[in-house]
Every structure is written in C-alpha cells, then in structure tokens.
C-alpha cells in the first residue's frame, strides 16, 4: 500500500526536485559533504480496533490498559543509505533535535546538508542558531510547504 502526506502536491514536489534539489547536491558534492533526509514518526500504544469478539450469546469483554506508551523515532538517511536515529520517549522538542544535530555533525566524516520537513520545531530561533554557529559542519534546508499554490524553494 503506498501512503502520501494528504496535504502534499506532487506537482510541486517535482517542481523542488527539479529546481532547488540540485543545487544542494550541487554544493553537497563541491564541498565533498553527505545529503541527510531528515524524517520523525511517533508511535503510541493506543488499541483502536474498537470491537472484541466473544462465543455466541456472551457479551464481549476486553481488558483496557489506561498508560498509554508513546515513542518517538527521529532519523537521517543518505542518499548512499546512511542511516542515524534516535529513539525518544516524548515529544520531539528542540532539545532532542539538537541532540540529533550534534550527534550527526560529530559522527560525519564530512560537511553534513540536511533536509528537514516543516515540522514547527525545526524553524525554531535555538534551533537555527545553533545551525548558524556551525555552518562550517552542517547546512540545513527548509523546503517550502509543497502544498497547493505554494512555490518551493
């Protein structure tokens, strides 16, 4: 089964793999730096089956468990599959964030160019700053929102 975000717009996905994503790999390869995607998924341990089964003519019963476990998996794959995560035991919040950037910068044997998604965190002013002080490790892209109507870049 193959699942895209419902707010994509392949047009303008193509348009920014067509127009900005070169010039990334333009200067990732002058500089003889990696291309990392960045990608995050949660995962909870909410049951949503919403029905029980049981012999005929006895009424259903299912034992509900109220603590819900929730995780969080932050990564980073090369072009080459290269792979870095991170599993967390929150919300992905600047802090973990970081601790990924630091711990991608450190393990790289050279200059990193990451592409992050939109999520709210990565816009961040700490975030970006900590980018900023080290630019001549790590460069990090926002693309624009590849939405209906939206111009990437």
């Known amino acids: 089964m193959l699942r895209r975000a419902y707010e994509q717009d392949p047009a303008a996905v193509r348009r920014w793999l067509r127009r900005a994503y070169p010039e990334i790999a333009t200067r ?3 500089k003889g730096g990696a291309i990392f995607w960045d990608d995050k998924t949660g995962l909870h341990s909410d049951d949503v089956r919403g029905r029980g089964y049981a012999p005929p003519g006895r009424t ?3 034992q509900v468990n109220h603590r819900r476990a929730k ?3 932050m990564s980073a794959v090369t072009n080459k599959g290269g792979l870095r995560w991170l599993v967390l035991d929150e ?3 600047a802090a973990y964030l970081l601790r990924v950037l630091a711990r991608l910068v450190r393990d790289a044997t050279s ?7 939109r999520l709210p965190v990565h816009r961040l002013v700490k975030v970006r700053n900590w980018v900023i002080e080290r630019e001549v490790e790590i460069e990090v892209f926002l693309p624009a929102r590849l939405q209906p109507g939206a111009e990437p870049g």
């Open 28 to 30: 990732a390869k002058a």
């Open 60 to 62: 259903p019963e299912a």
């Open 111 to 117: 200059k990193v160019f990451l592409i992050l998604d």
């Open 71 to 73: 995780l969080g998996l």
């Open 91 to 93: 919300a992905i919040k």
